[in-house]
């Protein structure tokens, strides 16, 4: 018989990696109620159908950029063609490891979240259901918000450049894609 770590000694990255989808979720809203970041239900549900509103565009998001790069301090990341459907594990467990790389110190959260994900639902103290594509733009709330479009509409808004563009827009890309078939 292999002789395999104690749980605790696992790092958060392979914690992670090792949910199952509905733990992986889980896991996202128990980071998130740890860092009272839920909002309430009427919250929710408009940001819900705003994060719907801009994942109708999906070909690009606006960000701050330097001045130099163009006259409207703004600049266009466009996302990568997601073609697969994604899981809602696996989108879940993209932004908990994005959130891992970007926020080192998170990683005690991560590892408790962890534990309490791999518990009975029970162990939310907030009831009731979080759309997933909140909960992930939530979790991302220092890179990106939604805000309204000159033209009207809402739209994404990346506050700044993160250190490593393409983690953000994979996350992003599976974002917008889970969003699009839930409308579909």
Do not use: C
């Not at 309430?40 to 819900?48: F, G, M, Q, S, V």
């Not at 393409?166 to 894609?177: E, I, N, Q, Y």
């Amino acid at each position: 018989m292999p002789d395999f770590p104690p749980l605790a000694a696992l790092t958060a990255q392979t914690r992670i990696l090792e949910l199952d989808d509905a733990d992986a979720v889980r896991m996202l809203r128990v980071v998130l109620e740890r860092q009272r970041r839920l909002p309430d239900p009427e919250t929710a549900r408009d940001l819900a159908a705003h994060l719907s509103e801009a994942a109708a565009h999906p070909l690009a998001l606006e960000y701050p950029a330097p001045s130099a790069h163009s006259a409207t301090g703004t600049d266009r990341l466009n996302l990568p063609l997601v073609s697969q459907p994604v899981s809602g594990g696996d989108l879940a467990r993209e932004t908990l490891l994005y959130l891992l790389t970007e926020q080192p110190a998170l990683e005690p959260l991560l590892l408790a979240a962890a534990d309490a994900a791999d518990g009975p639902v029970g162990s939310l103290t907030r009831p009731g259901h979080l759309d997933l594509g909140v909960q992930v733009l939530l979790a991302l709330h220092e890179e990106v918000t939604l805000e309204r479009a000159p033209a009207g509409g809402w739209r994404f808004r990346v506050h700044r450049k993160a250190m490593n563009d393409a983690s953000l827009t994979g996350v992003l890309a599976k974002l917008v894609r889970t969003v699009s078939s839930a409308r579909s």
